[in-house]
């Protein structure tokens, strides 16, 4: 029997494909064998998948304390936390219930003492942790918020350049 030429060329066509399918397959396969991590545990760098595991070690995350929010009351803890097992330096509870006592009458009826509270954020405190110390005793006496009490009688540039600006540059702590 002979074959025409239609017939060679619908033969040579069906094995183009079926061996292009062929291939796809193969190397999708291995595709799914590389990011499963099969072939890395075939050297031994990788344990192979779905056998027991023991952990010899519990590891520790430490989360950062965010710098840049001194006036939160859980400020200290979190930066006490994350230098563990160091200590740092606090501001004493007496003084800081001092600070606040300062910072609570520098409100007045008529005239305000902002230079208080520019001696206290510039010139007083140290770092950031002491911040902290203060707007904790604050709370603690006085039951309101010291940057709410603050802002209630500090316009925006008054707070700007006595509380924001110098607490921004102080250091986070010190050790």
């Not at 006496?141 to 008054?158: A, G, I, P, R």
Request: with cysteine; proline share 5%.
């Amino acid at each position: 029997m002979k074959l025409s030429k239609t017939t060679w060329w619908m033969i040579g066509g069906s094995v183009l494909a079926v061996s292009g399918i062929g291939l796809y397959l193969i190397l999708s396969k291995k595709k799914k064998v590389i990011s499963q991590g099969s072939i890395a545990s075939a050297n031994g760098i990788f344990p192979r998948d779905n056998t027991p595991q023991s952990v010899t070690q519990k590891a520790t995350v430490k989360e950062e304390p965010n710098w840049n929010k001194p006036f939160n009351y859980g400020y200290i803890d979190d930066v006490k936390a994350w230098v563990a097992p160091r200590t740092i330096k606090q501001l004493p509870r007496v003084k800081a219930i001092a600070l606040a006592k300062r910072l609570k009458q520098a409100k007045g009826t008529f005239n305000d003492d902002e230079k208080a509270v520019g001696n206290v954020f510039g010139k007083i405190l140290r770092d950031k942790s002491q911040v902290c110390s203060v707007s904790r005793a604050f709370y603690d006496v006085y039951k309101t918020d010291l940057w709410q009490h603050l802002d209630s009688f500090l316009n925006v540039k008054e707070m700007q350049t006595l509380v924001t600006n110098p607490v921004r540059k102080l250091p986070n702590y010190q050790s």
